[in-house]
């Protein structure tokens, strides 16, 4: 093409392995082969060192890092996280992001960075509604997300699927290739985005094949069903059976405790007052839709495991017709992990704004996001924006059948393998990850230690409640 002196301006590209200049776009595309690049780091890190699971005398006691994840949390519904947390292992690893970072922080890792999840675990997939009106599955929770490395998103995941098979009833067997054939449809995923042109990767693996592609044909049956009731789980649902009706013919709140309460006049106001700031994170063509609604009531509702104790609304809109749309505005802490990427050589991204973090972790990684995602800030706190109850389905892994553990494992790891892809070159992944199966026998030997260390981390927490050191809730 042109060569220098052309006039064309200097410009610098990003391709998610660092970036680099070009003048009249005389080096680009880049020289060199990410394929190659990622086979030489075998030699440094080799494959097979990724079952090692090396836990220091430093390593946090599990119930003390339970409670200081617990410090900025609401103090009245803390009890609530940690009954949730004590009720089942998986339960408490997906709670404890933060604890797991630090022992990955300690594993072997290659280098290559990418947006990831953060928090990965096998329940943090799931379907979700698009802007026509169809579902999409892919990963759904971007609390912790942040640039980091690869392997610390498919060895949570890998755990989690160990610890989800055995509450299901699995045997150890099946566990342990659920956790392997996850870190297999990883990396052929991976393969397969390489050799593709990166227009066609990018959109690749479309949801109507990816029974087929992960060879999950067991779990259509479940996939099905669990489509079937999101796509009844919508604003309209939540609100018929989550507000009444006022004097002036509007909607509000009923309260419903612990987990739906309204709040004084002067909170709502301030969250409703968000949603101006709000609007002007959104695209411009989505100002008009929300502009035909109006606000009719806040109210505070408990959410999740991990984030039990932040602070998250639901936001009570009504169109002309008095249709209702419902947004969620939910706190955004910073990410558990952040504290733990220099150990594993990556440095901490300055954060303008937790919620901005979020959403733009979101939207890279996602094929499709929800239209109306955004940020504001409530009362000098950060905060996410988002549609509530979206036709979002998800299936419980732990409640899956023992022959479909393995089925969710493959279809779980090719998701993940396309999300990373979005911010890594997915050349150099698959150059590290090779053609044979060294890296999921590795994985898979991993998970299956992290579980044994997460089920006696999780038996330290159920004492330490029976004793009366922390505080729980059971069963809400």
């Known amino acids: ?82 009954g949730r947390m004590a009720a089942t292992p998986f339960a408490f690893l997906r709670g404890s992001a933060g604890l797991m970072a630090y ?100 959109n690749a693996i479309a949801d109507e094949e990816l029974v087929s592609h992960a060879d999950a044909h067991d779990l259509l049956g479940t996939l099905e069903r669990v489509a079937e009731k999101a796509r009844a789980n919508t604003s309209g649902r939540f609100a018929a059976k989550s507000t009444e009706r006022t004097a002036d013919g509007g909607r509000r709140f009923v309260d419903a405790p612990p987990v739906l309460r309204r709040v004084p006049d002067a909170e709502a106001a301030s969250v409703a007052d968000s949603l101006g700031p709000y609007l002007t994170t959104l695209s411009a063509d989505r100002l008009p839709l929300l502009a035909r609604h109006a606000v009719h009531d806040v109210a505070f509702r408990v959410v999740g495991t991990g984030s039990v104790g932040t602070r998250s609304y639901v936001v009570l809109l009504l169109d002309h017709r008095g249709e209702p749309l419902v947004l969620q505005v939910k706190e955004a802490r910073p990410s558990a992990l952040v504290p733990h990427l220099a150990t594993a050589g990556f440095a901490p991204v300055a954060v303008e704004h937790e919620g901005r973090r979020v959403v733009l972790g979101q939207k890279q990684m996602q094929v499709v996001s929800d239209n109306l995602l955004g940020w504001t800030t409530v009362d000098g706190r950060p905060f996410q924006v988002r549609q509530f109850r979206n036709r979002k389905g998800s299936v419980d892994p732990a409640a899956l059948a023992a022959d479909q553990i393995d089925d969710y494992g493959r279809m779980t790891g090719a998701l993940l393998a396309r999300a990373h892809a979005h911010s890594a070159d997915p050349g150099l992944i698959a150059g590290y990850c090779g053609k044979n199966e060294e890296l999921d026998a590795a994985t898979a030997a991993f998970a299956v230690a992290y579980a044994d260390r997460t089920e006696a981390d999780h038996a330290q927490l159920v004492a330490a409640v029976r004793s009366g050191r922390i505080a729980a809730e059971p069963g809400v």
């Open 1 to 82: 093409m042109a060569g220098a002196g052309t006039g064309v301006a200097e410009t610098e590209i990003g391709a998610g392995r660092g970036e680099f200049r070009v003048r009249g776009f005389a080096r680009w595309p880049r020289h060199g082969s990410p394929k190659r690049e990622g086979k030489a780091l075998r030699t440094a890190v080799p494959r097979a060192s990724h079952r090692l699971l090396d836990l220091d005398d430093a390593r946090p006691d599990p119930v003390a890092a339970v409670e200081e994840s617990n410090a900025g949390r609401v103090a009245a519904l803390t009890p609530i996280r940690v």
């Open 103 to 202: 022992d990955l922080a300690r594993t072997p890792t290659t280098g290559i960075g990418a947006r990831i999840c953060g928090d990965a675990h096998a329940g943090n997939f799931g379907l979700y509604g698009d802007a026509r009106g169809g579902l999409v599955i892919d990963l759904n929770d971007f609390d912790e997300t942040v640039h980091g490395p690869w392997e610390w998103d498919l060895k949570r995941l890998a755990a989690s699927l160990v610890l989800a098979g055995r509450e299901a009833g699995a045997d150890e067997e099946t566990c342990r290739a659920a956790a392997a054939d996850a870190a297999g449809a990883y990396r052929r995923t991976m393969r397969l985005l390489a050799r593709l042109p990166v227009l066609d990767a990018w």
